[in-house]
Each structure stands twice: as structure tokens, then as C-alpha cells.
């Protein structure tokens, strides 16, 4: 009995150990996590004698880059055009990896975590999340690599934008050139506008619509005046500039702005969701607004006034299309750079890369060189696309909308701007985002991002709370006379307090910083 | 011996009562779970418009069969999604049926030394596992199974509750003696493992088979983790992958920009081509199982019913 289990124990010692050294094996080359050190200069790597050096110094490399799109059929296809061009360039290769919309949440941490040789990854904050990623230090600073190899982009891309991905004074991640503000805007359906004459000009804010949703509900009683919730009940048009999604804590852009508050305690929220109560009771909402699932399918059918939109310049444009009505948008209020609006769509050099200079190259390129740009945005010319002039181009003949077999998220990186005008854009579009750029306002919180973690406990009560009040609330379905007081309440007891002191004190610590 | 005889035995049957009551309530809750299938089967065939206008309506307002020619055009191949998942569920089946019994026989054979310690890695994983992380890290650094088939079978080929399984019917099934006698006449250890021991528990693999089919059919997590390639997918992970994108799209629609989410949605299909591939991923399958329903259940009482 006792050699048995001698033999036995000697026996799993001996498995045990065997793995032991079957995945130091596998893992050996990428443990080099904590050993990277500092990102700009590595030992290895050849840098060229100027930023448009001879390639012929530089050795081949492959780019991994990830990001969330849909699968395109014809991707191999593109990729070996651009890697032909990529070559002459700057020596390098591509290769992309779109992970679906669907699969965002579990792959990305998944795919960071494995310790896979990844160049360039998307990074927001919304997926694949910024912040998380840079606490754990899993990007790399490009302050340096943007000086020695991305010269171009700080000419190209707007210091808000590397504001908003600077944390202590270091740049993690490289903003998408293209809209920089969010504006709350109305989408409004000019069917009903022909038909009773109304003003557009006189809508300033979201009050104003109500002389037309009375007109609407006099004469078209199965239409909805104003058809919000689903895709559009966060976008209250107020002036307050929301510390974190779904818990209360605000600053309030035309009061002080170093005070954080708890918006739903004043007048204006209030008397947003008394209009908002009056309006449902009314007839101007839909009465299942606040369960309405999938609003783009309602939008088509054309029975609508006005809904709340997030205004880009000309984006009634790309609805008019899908939605096959006619649309204007009028926004209600100025249009705002938060840390959300630059934070929408980044692209970040996680530390698992082996040549980040390259890379910074590469993203030089993205950001300035229009046919490659082009190539990644559209295809190859003649198959997927025609030119029709210079500057705009069209589904190649035989390539049906519905069954392009290339199509590519071009938001999500780059600079938009560069991308060719689809036949049927307006010749300014571009000149349009530049102005609205201009035009719009930095919100008093730009750059500063609020660490949740000593209050974790109290957001998800506080969240918990929210979700049951304010959605309804938002669209008028519930009394407001009781369930206001009620949700703010419930709220406090959940912790909005804590949240909003803690808020308060890193804001002023941010402030005191700046 | 009493003879069953061809007329009713009074004694077994229950009353004309009961069994129409009994008739009743079943068919009641077997047309509840029919309905969902006719309101999508009838949803596939409607016209989007009517949809948008009307909402989902047991009988189509407007007859349309737009959806189904467009899934069939799309880039999305549901024919080749078919291919991959009937074969990912005959090999894997076939393979975890084979390792599982070869695995649990030699743990129950007393003459093999090293039997507590097998034994005790394979009831260790059923309490602990490594969570997806390393999960996933073994299976794609270690194994490098990233984006080939192998890895929708290797990952379910093993499985610690099928070796029990097997080893509780071999333990209590196969006595020492028959493996003794057929050692005596001269087989060697694989032949009265295939030809003997195997033939003898059909009923315990025709169980595991069963088990193992339905986690390989119904499986989609091994597809979203390891395959990018599209002519890779299973049929689960198709229909899964487009529900879950729409969902997606629209609770981060907020953050990215409503009209950059409203671009990405409409790349998707429509609500109706979305029923329409529903019903074809199910629809076959929904109609042979009749046809094998007769052996699943000759399978699992084959294992119930012993002297």
C-alpha cells in the first residue's frame, strides 16, 4: 500500500512539472510584458536616417491590427493591394482582424490578454475600454513616437482630440479625425413640414417643437409627434455634461463649472420631465416609448414628427438614405467637445507590440495618404468601386448595396476627412465637419476622467435605481409629480452622494492639476 | 404467464376522463410551444414594410419571399455554416465517444498501476478549471488552433462527466472474469477493448453519443473565441453572431455616434431575413427529428430497463 502511493504521488509530481514547463515554453517570447521598458527606444529595431527615409534600411514587418467591424468577404483580397502599396512605403504589411459587434465585450479582453503579438488595436469608450486599459498599462506612450514618426498627424488632428486621450500628461491612444463635438440635434420628417407650413428657423431649443406637435396631433392621429426612446433616450437636451453614464453627477455648462451637482435635483431637469410628462399625457409621445426596442425600424415607416438625434453635419443626409424619407436636422443646443465625443473611436499600440515605430509610420500614413485611405475605406478600384470625378466614387456596377462584398468602418480610424465623398454627398461635407469642428465648445471636463473604483458598490445600487425610473421618466410615460422626488431619493439612498463628493474631490484635484 | 391481450386490460388503463383531460393539457402546451415557431416561420415571410407598419402578425399582411432570396445572396453562406456544423458534430461526437470510453476503460481496469493518479486528474477538472482566460490561452498560444476547425471539436473532446459515465457502466457492467477469460484465449488488450468490452455498452455509448451531438450541434462559444473565418462558421454561431451584433450596436449607439451605429445596423439584415434565417437553420432539423426520435429514446432506456 505505501509503494503505491508513493509511486502515485512521484507519478503526478512528475506531470505536474511536465506542464509546468510546456507552458513556459509556449509563453516564453511574450513575457517580455514587464520587461518592454520604455517604448520609444527599444534596442532591435532599425530606425531610417529621416521620416521619409530609404526603405531599403527598414525590415519587413507585419502589422496586427484589430478592430470591430463586420466580416467582409473580399478582406484578403484588399489587403494584398494595400500591402503591395504598404511595401513601397514604409516595408510593412498588414494584417487586420475585424471582431464583430456582437463578440466586443468577450474577445477583446480576451485577445489583450492572451499575450498575442497585437501592433494596433481599437480602443473607446465604449469597447475594448480606454481607461481600464491604461491603468493596467496595456498601451503604450506615443507622446515620444508621435514626435519622432507622427509629425504629421499633430498637423492634421485637433489638440482636443490628443487632449481627451491624455491621462498625466502622457498621450495613450490616436483619435479618429472626424466629428469632434456632440450636439443634440431633432431629426425632423419634412413631409409634415410642407404639409402645415412650419418654421424650422424657430426651433432653438427642445421646447419650441410644441406648436407643431399640437398641429400633428390635430390632424394625424396615427402618427407620433415626437418619436424618441431605444437608441435615443440618453440624449437629454440640456446643459448639463454627464460625469459617468447612468449615474447622477453633472456639471452644469452655464452655472460654475467647478461644481459638480446632482442634475436631477434642478429646475431645468425638472421642468424637462414635466414637459416631457405633459407631452406623453398629450398624445405627442407614443405610449410604449419607453420599451421601444429597435427605433430605426418604427423611423422607417414614416409616421413621425421629430426624434433626437446626435447631429454630425449632414447626417439627415445618410437617414434620408436608409430610412428612404425626406429629413432635416435642427439642433437644439451648441455643440460640445467631451471627453465621451473624443473618446468615441481611438486606435492604441498595446505594449505586446514589437516595432511601435513602425506602427507610429504606419498611423502617419492613415492619417495623411489619401489612396490608402481610400483602399481600406472603399476596396479596389474597378471592383468594389468607380470614381466618378476626383474626388467621389460609387458602387462598382453589379455591386449591390445590400451584398458589397467590402465594406469598412472608416470612423474608426484615420482621418475621415480624407475619404472620398460617396455619389450623392454634398461637395462641402468635409468643409461642413471642418466648420463644425471650429464652431463647437469645450465642455468643462474635457481631459478629465473619473475613476470609479472607490465607489463601485454605490454606482451599480445608484445604476439599479436609475434604470428603473429614469428611462420612463425620460419620455413622460410615469407621473413626474412622484416618481421624480421618489427616483432622486432612491437614488441618494443607493449612494449618489458618495458618488457625486467623490466626484468632486477628483474633479478638483484634476482641476488644481491642469 | 398471462398473456397481454389485444383488447384493453382493464386493469393498466386509466379512464376515458383522464385520458382526455391528460390529451388536453399536453396538446395545450405543445401548441404554446409551436406558436413562437409559426409567428417566426410567418414573420420570414412577410414584407418588411408591412412589418414596420403592423408588427409581428401570425398570418403575413403583405406575402412576401424577398427575405429568403436575400440570405441567400448575402455574404453569409447558411449552406456552408450546414457543412461545417454537421461535420464538427460527427467528428467531435465520434472522437469524444472514442477518447472518453478509451479513457474511462483504463481507469477501470484494477490491474493498471497508475489509476488513482488518472483518475484523480480527471474528477480534479470537474471541480476546478482555469477560467477563459487561460482557456484560451492554452488553446490558441499552446495549441495554435486559432481559426481552424479543430478548434470547434479538440476543446469538448474530453470531458471529465463522460469518463465518469463510462467508467461507472464498465465498473459495474463488465465483470473482471470476461476480460480474464478473453486473456486466457489469447486477445490482445485492444481487441477486447474494441471487439468485447465496447460491443457489450452500447447503451452507455449511444448515451454519451447522444450528449456529445447535441453539445457539438448547439455549440457556438468554441466559433466566436477561435474562428474569424467566415467559412468557418456553424450554424448556431451565424444566427447567434447577427442577434448579438444588432444588440450590440444599439446599446453602444449612444457612445459611438447614432448615425455611425445607424450605418453599422443597416449593414445587417432586417428583422424579416433574420426570421427567414432562423427558420432555415432550424427547419430541417425541426423535420428529421421524427424520424430520429426513435432511436434517441430506444437509446436512453436501453441503459434503464436491467434484470
Known sequence: MVNKSRGTYSFVAALLALALVLSACGNGNDNAAGTAGSASTPAGSTQPASSDGSVQELEPYEINWYYVDGPAPDLDLVLAEVNKYLTDKINAT?????????????????????????????????ANDFRPNVAKKAFLELNDLLEQYGQDIKKVLPQSFIDGATINGKLYALATNKEIAEQPAYLINNAFVEKYGFELSAIKSYKDIEPMLKTMK???????????????????????????EGVPGSVDKNGDTTKIINEFETAEMQDYFATMRNWYQTGYIRKDAATVANPAEDAKTGKWFARTVSYTPYAELNFNRDWNLSLSAVPIQQPMITTGSTNGAMLAIPRSSENPERVMMFLNLLYTDSKLYNMLAYGIEGTHYVKTDDNTVELAPGVDPSNRKYASSTWEYGNMFLQHLFKGDPTDKWAKYEAFNQSAVPAPTLGFSFDPQPVMNEITAVRNAWN???????????????????????????GSDTIIAEMQKQYDAWLASK | MRSASATTNRLNSISKLSNLSFHLILGFLSILCLLPMLLILSVSLTDERA???????????????????????????????????IFVTLAGTALCVLLSAMYAYSISRNSFGARRAFTFIAVFTLLYNGGLISFYIVCTRLFDLHNQIYALILPYAVNAFNIIVFRTYFLTNIHESVIEAAKMDGASEYRIF????????????????????????????????????PGLYPLQYLLMRIENSVTAIQSVAGSA???????????????????????????????????????????????????
Open chain 1, 94 to 126: 498588414l494584417k487586420i482582424t475585424r471582431i464583430d459587434w456582437g463578440d466586443v465585450e468577450t474577445k477583446f479582453p480576451l485577445v489583450m490578454a492572451s499575450g498575442e503579438k497585437i501592433d494596433l488595436t481599437f480602443t473607446s469608450n465604449w
Open chain 1, 218 to 244: 390635430e390632424n394625424e392621429p396615427d402618427s407620433f409627434g415626437l418619436s424618441i426612446g431605444g437608441l435615443t433616450t440618453t440624449m437629454v437636451p440640456l446643459s448639463f455634461d454627464r460625469i459617468l
Open chain 1, 468 to 494: 428603473q425610473y429614469i428611462p420612463a421618466l425620460a419620455v413622460g410615460s410615469i407621473d413626474t409629480d412622484k416618481y421624480v422626488q421618489e427616483a432622486i431619493d432612491k437614488m441618494k439612498r443607493a
Open chain 2, 51 to 85: 412589418l414596420n407598419l403592423n408588427g409581428f402578425q401570425f398570418w403575413p399582411e403583405t406575402f412576401s419571399l424577398e427575405s429568403y432570396r436575400y440570405i441567400f445572396a448575402y455574404g453569409y453562406s447558411v449552406a456552408n455554416a450546414y457543412a461545417v456544423s
Open chain 2, 194 to 229: 474494441f471487439n468485447i468490452v465496447l460491443r457489450m455498452s452500447l447503451p452507455v455509448v449511444a448515451t454519451v453519443g447522444l450528449l456529445s451531438s447535441i453539445t457539438y450541434w448547439n455549440d457556438w462559444m468554441l466559433a466566436m473565441l477561435f474562428i474569424d473565418d
Open chain 2, 257 to 307: 455616434g447614432a448615425s455611425y451605429a445607424q450605418a453599422e445596423l443597416d449593414k445587417l439584415p432586417v428583422e424579416s431575413a433574420r426570421m427567414a434565417m432562423v427558420i432555415v437553420a432550424i427547419g430541417p432539423i425541426a423535420l428529421a427529428y421524427p424520424f430520429f426520435q426513435r432511436f434517441f429514446i430506444q437509446g436512453l432506456n436501453l441503459g434503464a430497463v436491467k434484470g
